[in-house]
């Protein structure tokens, strides 16, 4: 089955620094990359989706790039503010497009603190 | 507000007691998903239905079990409950099958077993 590796664990920043996530997944049937952000008391939110298709996807301070050679996409925020700390998770799911089922494998999360 | 909505919101029970977390999707969603958030498991998933049908299981136990309704909200029931049952239970909601479909996840119901 699909496994999710991300790094780094926990991820410091000064504010208007920007900041990298990166993840691995290991099936190469996966075809849907999303993103969540995770705030404390709060469920996943989702921030920002890559489908295989495509290898760049940007929306205002945030992108996530794909390499389906590699097997790995990344989360980019740049100008970093204060409130985008948060827990961050990646995942990646092989869409059954037979059977609909879109279990998502999630990779273990950022930490992300962006200092004052 | 991701339009998913999950009561209770916190849930405080004994070992052995039975509980059941109720969700309701976004308006025009077919899918449920359920997750059990942990500190050692993370996310992890564990049942979706899809309009009334189960479509998947993931690492759900026996002791827990799902239904979807036909107004399409969902039930998660957790039976005879250990100390290691206390987690964050997520459901989220999806459109179509089949499809890219994005997931939006509801607020979540804590449980602790006591």
């Known amino acids: 089955g699909e496994n999710v590796e991300q790094h780094p664990s926990t991820l410091s920043v000064q504010e208007g620094d920007s900041a990298v996530i990166k993840c691995t997944y290991s099936d190469s049937a996966s075809n849907y990359f999303p993103w969540y952000k995770q705030e404390l008391g709060k469920g996943p939110q989702l921030i920002i989706d890559i489908r295989s298709n495509v290898g760049e996807k940007k929306d205002q301070r945030i992108a996530v790039t794909l390499n389906k050679t590699a097997k790995h996409f990344s989360l980019h925020i740049t100008e970093t503010q204060p409130e985008d700390s948060a827990v961050y998770f990646c995942?990646?799911?092989?869409?059954?497009?037979?059977?609909?089922?879109?279990?998502?494998?999630f990779g273990t999360g950022t930490r992300l603190l962006v200092s004052p | 507000d991701s339009g998913v909505t999950q009561t209770p919101k916190h849930l405080i029970t004994a070992t052995g007691q039975r509980v059941t977390l109720r969700c309701s999707p976004r308006s025009g969603d077919l899918s449920v998903y359920w997750y059990q958030q942990s500190l050692d498991q993370g996310l992890q998933f564990l049942i979706q239905?899809?309009?009334?049908?189960?479509?998947a299981k993931g690492n759900i136990l026996e002791r827990f079990s799902a239904q979807q309704f036909p107004d399409l909200h969902s039930e998660l029931n957790l039976s005879s409950l250990e100390l290691g049952d206390s987690a964050l239970y997520f459901c989220a909601s999806g459109a179509l099958a089949g499809t890219y479909n994005e997931q939006f996840f509801g607020p979540g119901t804590r449980l602790t077993v006591l």
């Open positions: 995942a990646a799911t092989p869409a059954n497009m037979n059977t609909g089922f879109q279990k998502l494998v």
């Open positions: 239905y899809y309009n009334g049908e189960e479509r």
